[in-house]
């Protein structure tokens, strides 16, 4: 029978992106040398949102994901690391006038 463990992170995420994508890729790092089978994120991974955050505010945060600097960075861990990542972002709308964000969910494979 084949064991699958699956890490579990538990992090209070800050409002700065940088901080806890260096915090994101210690952890993918830390997994992969537990021998975990996949890591999985919390909600706000890429930033802590406050409620008095205005709709610019968290607009200029987000990122297309195929194209982002922090999504492309967990691809990279995850693969150096060969573990398959879920992670929740948040996610830049097509429609750039409207600046929706979505807070979107992405696995990540290794």
Request: aromatic letters at 8%.
């Amino acid at each position: 029978m084949k064991t699958f463990r699956v890490a579990v992170v538990q992090m209070k995420s800050s409002e700065s992106k940088a901080e806890n994508l260096s915090v994101a890729i210690e952890y993918i790092r830390r997994a992969a040398d537990n021998k975990a089978s996949a890591i999985c994120f919390p909600e706000f991974l890429m930033s802590y949102s406050p409620v008095e955050q205005d709709l610019k505010s968290l607009a200029n945060t987000a990122e297309k994901v195929n194209k982002g600097k922090f999504i492309t960075a967990l691809r990279r861990a995850a693969r150096v690391s060969n573990i398959p990542v879920i992670a929740t972002v948040y996610e830049k709308a097509d429609n750039v006038v409207e600046q929706r964000v979505y807070d979107t969910a992405v696995m990540i494979d290794s």
